[in-house]
C-alpha cells in the first residue's frame, strides 16, 4: 500500500543530535542544516515534536541550533531505541498520530533500532535521507537499505514538505518554499 506523508498524522522524532556526537558524524554541518529545515517546517505547520538523547551526562545535550527549535524537553535514554524510554512511547502514544517523520543519528544504531520498533508498533516510518547521518557514509547506507526493507520509506526533505502541504494554494506554502531554497 502507497502512502503519501499526511500533516494530520504525522510527528518528528528527533533522535540524539547531541553535543559530543555531532562532530563524529558525516557529513554534520549539511546534516544540521537539513534538520533545521525540517524543524522549521515543522514549527511553521504546527506539528507535534518528540526529541531524545543518549545518556546525555557523557554525551551532552541536543545542540542548541536545535535545541531552540523544539518546544519540549528531551527525553533521556540508554538504552538505543528512543522506543526504550517509556516516558516517550507514551507521549507518541498520547499525540495518536500513525506516521512519524524519524531523523538524527546514528542512523544505524539508534535510529534503525527506533524504526524497528516504530514499525513494530504499526506506525509508519519516514526517513528523509538527508536528514539522517552515521559516523561512515558506508554504515548510514547499510541501515537505510535495512529499514527499507523492512517497510520504512525513504524519502527526501522536499517530498515531506510537499506531502505536507498538498497544493500550492495551502496558506502556508510560502514560508515553506524559502526552507526549499
Not at 54 to 62: A, I, R, V, W
Not at 74 to 85: R, V
Amino acid at each position: 500500500m502507497a502512502n503519501l506523508i499526511d500533516i494530520n498524522q504525522s510527528f518528528i522524532l528527533l533522535v540524539d543530535v547531541q553535543e559530543k556526537l555531532l562532530p563524529q558524524m558525516h557529513g554534520a554541518d549539511q546534516l544540521v542544516e537539513n534538520i533545521q529545515k525540517l524543524l522549521n517546517a515543522s514549527k511553521i505547520l504546527d506539528l507535534n515534536l518528540i526529541h531524545c538523547e543518549q545518556y546525555p551526562k557523557g554525551l551532552g545535550n541536543t545542540i542548541p541550533s536545535l535545541q531552540n527549535l523544539t518546544s519540549s524537553n528531551a527525553y533521556e535514554k540508554t538504552i538505543f531505541s528512543a522506543c526504550g524510554n517509556t516516558d516517550l512511547v507514551e507521549a507518541i502514544e498520547k499525540i495518536n498520530k500513525k506516521q512519524c517523520i524519524i531523523t538524527g543519528i546514528e542512523a544505524h544504531v539508534c535510529i534503525l533500532q527506533t524504526v524497528s520498533d516504530l514499525l513494530n508498533q504499526n506506525i509508519e516510518v519516514f526517513i528523509p535521507f538527508e536528514a539522517v547521518s552515521s559516523r561512515t557514509q558506508q554504515n548510514k547506507d547499510l541501515a537505510v537499505e535495512r529499514m527499507r526493507a523492512w517497510g520504512a520509506q525513504i524519502v527526501s526533505l522536499e517530498q515531506v514538505f510537499f506531502e505536507w502541504l498538498r497544493d500550492a494554494k495551502n496558506p502556508k506554502f510560502k514560508e515553506i518554499a524559502i526552507l526549499i531554497k
